[in-house]
């Protein structure tokens, strides 16, 4: 199971307070949100008179008013005519996946996968309150729940919703592995944590940002997943994650390692492939020591 957690208390609250409000205030506008929209979906820079023939303006005056509210800031005038500036980008993006609404909910359906538990099939994904969620019915489990942006749950199909939260979810784990923030790409620290387990994984992997003070926990099995050494060699025992959901294999969500050494940690986790079982020995950091295959 992976989550996020950014309960924690922000030391920059009232910069990030005062900085949103400002960013949030710019775009609370419905001609505004217009522009941003016509300049994201244009092929090329836009004309003033396009640009004001796509929103549903009828007075230039206001129009001209959120037009300079947004110059310089999400939008740039070019030789060309409009564009949007990468913080447009970034803000047209954020508007497209929806993220900042509450809710949201997609029912649960079954899938053709398997539960890496239990191995019984078919399994479970469905979306609650900004995450996506894989359940088994048979053993009563979660196999993994992270977030994932509504806008794409109302407009992907049962089976490319499926592919993308596995990817996404695979991908920002290993952002994270790699000292990437996922969320805000502030350097991220991580280490084995015992007693912080929830469930079935007694030895995950805890991540910490040291910008948004996101916090995530993941399976020492799905993050090794992404690791080259270890990908390559699952891929070579005819692993491929990139065709099977992470949560098809026990080892990447179910599987806690084996305490090798107390001082310093060090512990082994088991990955069956070709009929028997490798071994990985990792360290409290997190770094691989060992890889016997």
Not at 32 to 37: A, N, S
Not at 45 to 60: G, K
Not at 155 to 162: H, I, Q
Not at 190 to 212: E, I, K, Y
Request: contains cysteine.
């Amino acid at each position: 199971m992976t989550r996020r957690d950014s309960g924690r208390s922000d030391p920059d609250a009232d910069t990030i307070s005062e900085v949103g409000h400002e960013s949030f205030g710019t775009l609370a506008n419905g001609t505004r949100l217009e522009i941003l929209d016509a300049l994201a979906t244009a092929d090329s820079p836009l004309s003033y008179a396009d640009l004001f023939e796509r929103s549903s303006a009828d007075d230039r005056g206001r129009f001209n008013y959120h037009l300079r509210q947004l110059r310089d800031g999400h939008v740039r005038k070019t030789d060309q005519g409009y564009d949007l500036t990468q913080s447009g980008v970034w803000a047209t993006n954020i508007l497209t996946a929806s993220v900042l609404q509450q809710g949201g909910e997609r029912p649960f359906r079954e899938i053709d996968s398997t539960c890496g538990n239990c191995a019984s099939s078919p399994v479970e994904i469905g979306y609650r309150d900004g995450e996506g969620i894989v359940r088994c019915r048979e053993c009563d489990r979660w196999l993994t729940r992270f977030d994932f942006p509504p806008g794409a749950v109302r407009n992907l199909s049962l089976e490319d919703f499926v592919e993308a939260f596995a990817q996404r979810t695979r991908r920002y784990i290993g952002l994270a592995d790699a000292g990437v923030c996922p969320f805000c790409s502030h350097r991220m620290t991580s280490v084995l944590r015992p007693g912080s387990a929830t469930r079935s994984d007694s030895l995950p992997v805890a991540f910490d940002c040291s910008g948004c003070s996101a916090e995530l926990r993941a399976p020492l099995g799905l993050v090794l997943s992404n690791r080259p050494r270890i990908s390559a060699t699952l891929f070579e025992r005819g692993i491929d994650l990139e065709e099977t959901p992470f949560w098809e294999h026990g080892w990447c969500t179910f599987s806690a390692p084996t305490v090798s050494r107390t001082d310093p940690l060090l512990v082994t986790l088991e990955i069956p492939a070709d009929d028997e079982d490798w071994t990985v020995l990792v360290d409290e950091n997190v770094d691989v020591r060992e890889l016997n295959c």
